[in-house]
Nanobody
């Protein structure tokens, strides 16, 4: 298994930027996992944000964040990063990272991911 811990959340004004980090620990190399970021706001369903393949060759983004967010990974440091730019009030949510070790990669489906961090709060003020 793998343990995931998010950091970097906080309060930021609209138009600002934040960088979230997901630190992974465990017996297996981080390169064994496809990784994703999801978010959930009160009263709303969990929403796919971004995903990245095992070695970083493929990335995927939800429509609402394309062009503003960027996902990256450094397997040697066991970290996955979500750079968030041009933040909007609608981006306010708890952001969680997740790991998928399956053969198939349903990157936008939260049920595809086996391991989850506890999340970090991002609040964007208008």
């Amino acid at each position: 298994q793998v343990q995931l811990v998010e950091s970097g959340g906080g309060l930021v004004q609209a138009g600002g930027s934040l960088r979230l980090s997901c630190a992974a620990s465990g017996r297996r190399s981080l390169s064994m996992y496809n990784m994703g970021w999801f978010r959930q706001a009160p009263g709303k369903e969990r929403e796919f944000v971004a995903a990245i393949s095992r070695t970083g060759g493929n990335t995927y983004y939800g429509d609402s964040v394309k062009g503003r967010f960027a996902i990256s990974r450094d397997n040697s440091k066991n970290t996955v990063t979500l750079q968030m730019n041009s933040l909007k009030a609608e981006d306010t949510a708890v952001y969680s990272c997740a790991a998928d070790m399956g053969v198939t990669f349903y990157f936008s489906d939260y049920e595809s991911y086996e391991y989850w961090g506890q999340g970090t709060q991002v609040t964007v003020s208008s």
